[in-house]
T-cell receptor
Framework: EPEVTQTPSHQVTQMGQEVILRCVPI?????FYWYRQILGQKVEFLVS????????KSEIFDDQFSVERPDGSNFTLKIRSTKLEDSAMYFC????????????FGQGTRLTVV | DAKTTQPPSMDCAEGRAANLPCNHS???????VYWYRQIHSQGPQYIIH???NNETNEMASLIITEDRKSSTLILPHATLRDTAVYYC??????????FGKGMKLTVNP
């Protein structure tokens, strides 16, 4: 079965440092997403990406966040200057379409900001 | 915010059918009902979705009421591995999935 893969599985970074979370979506999918889940809280939408541009983003996705699909296979989330409150599980997902279509989620990257 | 209402938790005996309810009384005509689940802190896993007809796949069945204001996810023979948080999500024109608190299903031996 096809799967979305994320690396690393766990990242520890110092406050103020930049981090890049990486994802390999399913190859024929057109929509890509990042979600996050702070420990004990809901899964929250961050951003969706289609046709090489951001198609939708949440209020959480401010100027410190950016996404990129650098080479046609990887999909990355960059956090420019990490804060303690950025500590969370970050999930990448992809889908063929955004309607009438299942989203496949990766296993997540646990980001710990110290 | 989430447009669905689910009970916070439910128990089920192993081998029995688990019927998970969801209310979505404000659903619009073009919105789909999706079910996902999350085991521990793993990534959410798609289960099934539907618009107005009942749906069945290898994992579950989805029963949507005729007025579309509620639905039931049925796991026909629950196993211990089905213990998870189950999310009922309504999605229409937006690309995002809005996850609520979900319902914790515990399958007991």
């Amino acid at each position: 079965e096809p799967e979305v893969t994320q690396t690393p599985s766990h990242q520890v970074t110092q406050m103020g440092q930049e981090v890049i979370l990486r994802c390999v979506p399913i190859s024929n999918h057109l929509y890509f997403y990042w979600y996050r889940q702070i420990l004990g809280q809901k899964v929250e939408f961050l951003v969706s990406f289609y046709n090489n541009e951001i198609s939708e983003k949440s209020e959480i996705f401010d100027d410190q966040f950016s996404v990129e699909r650098p080479d046609g296979s990887n999909f990355t989330l960059k956090i420019r200057s990490t804060k303690l409150e950025d500590s969370a599980m970050y999930f990448c997902a992809s889908s063929e379409d955004y309607r009438d279509s299942e989203a496949f989620f990766g296993q997540g990257t646990r980001l710990t900001v110290v | 915010d989430a447009k669905t209402t689910q009970p916070p938790s439910m128990d089920c005996a192993e081998g029995r059918a688990a019927n998970l309810p969801c209310n979505h009384s404000t659903i619009s005509g073009n919105e789909y009902v999706y079910w996902y689940r999350q085991i521990h802190s793993q990534g959410p896993q798609y289960i099934i979705h539907g618009l107005k007809n009942n749906e069945t796949n290898e994992m579950a069945s989805l029963i949507i009421t005729e007025d579309r204001k509620s639905s039931t996810l049925i796991l026909p023979h629950a196993t211990l591995r089905d213990t998870a948080v189950y999310y009922c999500i309504v999605q229409g024109g937006s690309e995002k999935l809005v996850f609520g608190k979900g319902m914790k299903l515990t399958v007991n031996p």
